[in-house]
């Protein structure tokens, strides 16, 4: 940033106020307590009111559902008719009620009505919430389309349509279902994406639905919070993943707020079994196959600060907005390196700082080295503690690890062969083992010659 770049930003300070929002939307922001918007605020609310489509490209925590929320209120001003004039998008349920509380907060002095809908409950429900009359719908697309097919919403009358949380709507699969939404509404409309990293797929997706849209990065694709800390400790192997984990989480003072994730539902059940017994604090556990109720409910104590520790997958975490996160500890490598961004972003928010742990197992070593490049930075790595009891690796794990190194060469050099290539893998999975020696098989009798079974000689 150059110095004359460095004094304008400072001479010319943009508050709320100068965004010319309506008085009821400046007065719920006032009583907040916010004052200066964020760089992704301060862009997108005047091309928001300005009418245009919009991307929106920021990291999370940065205040990206203000930036669509104030101006859509705004530009509504008040309750009107039955049938929805704005729509909001998103991938989860969390997410969803993330999203109606966050408008219930910023419209609490206007009329305007919302409802969030998602699925796991029956959509019965929703539509009789709907039915006295809506004007801001935030939903999942499934239970979008549920109402919708069932004949008990109308959405003729859509002026602004969001879709956030842009990147995770793909990864999970929804594009079916996002064309048939598009379908349905009108074609006048305005339509605005927002996404904490910009692919090639979300650059497919605006190519195709939106029309020559403004678009706002306030900081670099896939470019970590500033004022996270991250760190990396290599590992050798899973259990000594839980025996350090375990000792970090020792420190309640340093470790009072912490987010784990995991990528599987089972290891975060196995993970949170662990934690259970060797740590203290309160403790909840979040991912699908949790019953609704009890992800509400963990989501709210975590929030509440009634829960020092919440274990959670990938895509359950969407939609929580907790703040002082103080660490978030990365037991295993996402699969989809962009989540590492919204993993790291739980903690850092709204100017305070964080710290982000991730375990690395040999065979996950390259996968990492993968996300450094994406995000341009060289992570430090971390001696394991002497207190931390190293275990030896057993037999299964190690050559389920070689195995993983093995594919990753071949991607790499696709000439390699390594130790696991297919042939000999092949003869090793078709041995029996020395157990198997002692199984009992079937006696076949040997096989005889055409003339013999006739009876001749």
Request: net charge positive; aromatic share 6%.
């Amino acid at each position: 940033m150059t110095v004359s770049l460095f004094l304008r930003k400072i001479l010319i300070m943009v508050e709320f106020i100068d965004l010319k929002l309506t008085k009821s939307v400046q007065k719920a922001i006032s009583e907040i307590g916010f004052v200066t918007p964020t760089p992704i605020q301060e862009q997108a609310i005047p091309a928001i009111k300005s009418g245009q489509d919009v991307i929106g490209i920021a990291q999370t925590g940065t205040g990206k559902t203000a930036a669509y929320i104030l101006p859509i209120l705004t530009q509504l001003v008040k309750a009107e008719g039955e049938d929805p004039r704005a729509i909001i998008i998103v991938p989860t349920r969390e997410l969803s009620i993330q999203v109606g509380e966050d408008i219930e907060e910023l419209s609490q002095y206007t009329n305007i009505r919302h409802a969030a809908i998602y699925g796991g409950i029956g959509w019965t429900k929703h539509a009789e919430m709907i039915k006295a009359g809506i004007d801001i719908l935030v939903a999942t697309p499934g239970r979008l389309m549920d109402l919708y097919t069932n004949k008990a919403l109308n959405l003729k009358k859509i002026k602004v349509m969001v879709i956030d949380e842009a990147d995770r709507m793909l990864d999970m699969g929804f594009m079916p279902q996002l064309r048939k939404i598009f379908e349905i509404v009108p074609m006048r409309r305005q339509n605005l994406l927002f996404s904490a990293t910009f692919s090639e797929k979300i650059e497919k997706m605006t190519e195709e639905f939106l029309d020559t849209p403004v678009r706002i990065e306030v900081a670099p694709s896939a470019t970590p919070v500033e004022l996270v800390k991250q760190m990396i400790y290599h590992v050798p192997n899973y259990r000594t993943k839980l025996n350090l984990i375990s000792h970090l989480l020792t420190n309640e003072e340093e470790f009072n707020k912490v987010m784990i994730f995991c990528k599987t539902k089972v290891t975060a059940e196995e993970v949170f079994k662990v934690i259970k017994r060797r740590s203290e604090g309160e403790k909840r556990i979040l991912h699908s196959n949790k019953a609704q109720s009890a992800r509400i409910n963990a989501i709210n104590a975590f929030k509440n600060d009634e829960v020092r520790i919440l274990i959670s997958t990938d895509v359950s975490a969407r939609g929580i907005d907790a703040s002082k996160v103080s660490h978030v500890i990365n037991f295993d490598v996402p699969v989809n390196y962009d989540d590492y961004i919204h993993r790291i972003g739980r903690t850092a928010r709204a100017g305070n700082q964080g710290v982000a742990i991730t375990m690395l197992d040999p065979s996950e070593e390259w996968h990492f080295a993968n996300i450094e490049k994406i995000i341009h930075m060289e992570i430090p790595v971390y001696e394991i503690p002497d207190e931390v009891e190293i275990v030896p690796t057993d037999r299964e794990e190690r050559q389920k690890i070689l195995r993983e190194i093995d594919h990753q060469r071949k991607i790499d050099d696709p000439t390699f062969k390594g130790a696991f290539h297919d042939k000999k893998y092949k003869l090793m999975r078709d041995k029996r083992d020395f157990s198997d020696k002692f199984v009992k098989t079937k006696f076949k009798q040997p096989k005889k010659k055409r003339g013999q079974r006739q009876g001749k000689v």
